[in-house]
């Protein structure tokens, strides 16, 4: 059964120095409080892991928390690039970065494989491309019924994932709806799961499409507009506005660094942090 | 009304989609042109997003391919394994749009670095969903704005295989769908020649010249033959294509 508890202990309990971390999420319902969370209390040598690392492990990154990332696609979706994660894989800052690259597909896939219990995942992709000459996690393999080659990645299983979710009920059961990424093929590969979620209701809404029972997740926490500024279908829309000045925020190391000091380390949490820049959050009535 | 560069790309693309077509659809241009082409001539068009929309329609052109009127206005929305695999995957895409940093004579595309891979002068995105769309989707579309350093003779990076090394390298990998059949550019229109499958000029826009699509080209382009001009957008297409962006 998944335990009702405070961002804070979950994050203290269940991420620790070193871990494989996975904060999913595809453009909607990206759990920023718990990427927040993480950089407030300090994580160091995380290997993150995430298909898209936009604005949430721009901040993470930059911030110092990983020496590893896993992904597919790193920019700012429509707005450009992510700067934080460019000057650590081109300079080295905060410190290095070693990056594992694959395709949105392979990544898809290995999640899959790590919710399934196998240890690879098989598609019909990379040939031709120099993504195998520089990434060590993909091999060929042969279909042993066809002969046909074809590319196998190893599962993926994140020590913690960590998803954001519009619902939870009283038990802990969490309840998703709108685009649904690979948050549920998130936490059933991980070891430990953390979901953040807008509301804890009596019954889930009918609206429901991807329900993740209580006893295969681990915490539950309670962080109204926890994704902001990505959205939670429902509850309030995508803060466009914030990604466009994420550019000019990420852009130099000071002018991060003053806002990572100020919007969430010298904040104590999420709601606090929300209070800064609420100004430019549009509210779904 | 006088078109601008980007409405003049835009416009030639959404010309190219026929109605029903399926479409998987990237966020900009590519996702403009779709939209254009479903309110235009196209309005059975199938506009699938990565993020796991089937059948978005859009009233605006989407900042991320993960906005919620996406998911809102969808026949149906799935997981984004799923997207890749049943859809993608098994061949069930007629066109994919695919952007590009860096692009060859062959249409293979560069989206991941500038320069050397480990001391990279410019760290791009990478992948997301291109190499896959880029060998599944039964042709692709690119779109990119012509210029020496995006023409280039040699890929830094080939993140997604067009026409592969020319004749039929590219069915030997194996691949399933066409390939790059158009290259779409702010100065005209490149298409595969028969045969060698490297592409060569077959339009330029009004205004524009063979010249400056050679000079903007970092190999010895070559022009079709038939080289034509395009037409330019009418101003019923004008008109829908601003309707369709202002507010954007």
Known sequence: MAQITTLHDAVADLVHDGDTVALEGFTHLIPFAAG??????????????????????????GAGCASKLIFSWGGNPGVGSLHRFRDAVEHGWPHPLEIEEHSHAGMAGR??????GLPFSVLRGYVGTDLAKHTSTIATITCPFTGEQLTALPALRPDVGIVHAQQADQHGNVGIWGIQGVQKETVLASRASIVTVEEIVDELDPRVTVMLPSWVVTAVAHVPSGAHPSYAHGYYERDNAFYREWDEISRDRDSFTRWVDDHIRGTSDFSDHLSMVRSGMAVVS | MTATTDEIMTVVAARELPDGVVCFVGIGLPSTAANLARHMHAPNAVLIYESGTIGAKPTRPPLSIG???L????DVVISVPEIFTYWLQAGRIDVGFLGAAQLDRFGNINTTVVGDYEHPKVRLPGAGGAPEIAASAKQT??????????FVDRLDFCTSVGNYQGGDSRQALGMTGRGPTVIITDIGVLRPEAGTGEFVLTAVHPGRTVEEAIAATGWPLRVSPDLVTTELPTADELAALRALTAGA
């Open chain 1, 111 to 116: 999640y899959v494989a790590g919710a399934s």
């Open chain 1, 36 to 61: 927040h969370e993480i950089i407030r209390q300090g994580r160091r040598d995380l290997t993150l892991v995430r298909m898209t690392p936009d604005v949430v492990y721009d901040q993470m990154i």
């Open chain 2, 71 to 74: 998911a809102d206005t969808a």
């Open chain 2, 67 to 69: 906005d919620g009127e």
């Open chain 2, 141 to 150: 579309f690119i779109m990119l704005r012509q210029n020496p350093r995006a």
